[in-house]
């Protein structure tokens, strides 16, 4: 014997699951927006503390940028003036629970736009694709990130003192 039903309760059950459908991706959606908000907020909440230490243990005075650079270890950039109102880099970073702070004058220093200016002229068919200054065998650094000529990520250190550089390519694994 066939089953007999009411037609509009066939549709009920269609919009049922549709609905479940939307709420599921709705909270699935949160959950990694939720997520991804935590990870950028644990990358910058340690910046205030990373400030006072510097200014506490350093003559920088005022601080105008934070950035993290990952060489060797997680180094922290500070660039800011000092207390006879010169611009300065202050790295900071730990060693053995210990914070350590290297200072360096930025007018001994070539600056980041000139490099950048000097890597675009050398590299005019290639896609940039960030900068970030850095600390590399004790040494500033403006690491250069882009895709070359090939589409190989390329990063390029740039030493500060002396636009002497030295470029590490990867070539992505799913080519030939």
């Keep these: 014997m066939k089953k007999l039903s009411l037609p509009f309760i066939e549709h009920n059950k269609l919009v049922v699951i549709v609905v479940i459908s939307i709420l599921i991706v709705i909270g699935v959606s949160y959950y990694f927006f939720s997520l991804y908000q935590d990870v950028m907020e644990s990358k910058t ?3 205030e503390d990373i400030e006072l230490l510097a200014i506490d243990n350093t003559d920088l005075s005022q601080v105008h940028s934070i950035e993290r650079y990952h060489g060797d270890q997680l180094y922290y950039v500070l660039d800011g003036k000092s207390e006879n109102n010169k611009d300065a880099y202050v790295y900071v970073y730990q060693i053995d629970e210990e914070w350590q702070f290297d200072t ?6 070539y600056s980041q736009d000139e490099l950048l200016s000097e890597w675009q002229d050398r590299c005019q068919n290639c896609e940039y694709l960030g900068s970030t200054i850095g600390l590399d065998n004790d040494l500033p650094v403006l690491e250069i990130k882009y895709f070359d000529q090939s589409e190989r990520l390329v990063y390029e250190h ?17 080519q030939q």
Aim: no cysteine.
């Design 45 to 47: 909440s340690e910046f």
């Design 104 to 109: 360096f004058s930025q007018e001994s220093l």
């Design 158 to 174: 740039v030493l500060l003192d002396d636009k002497s550089n030295y470029r590490l390519t990867l070539t992505p694994s799913f």
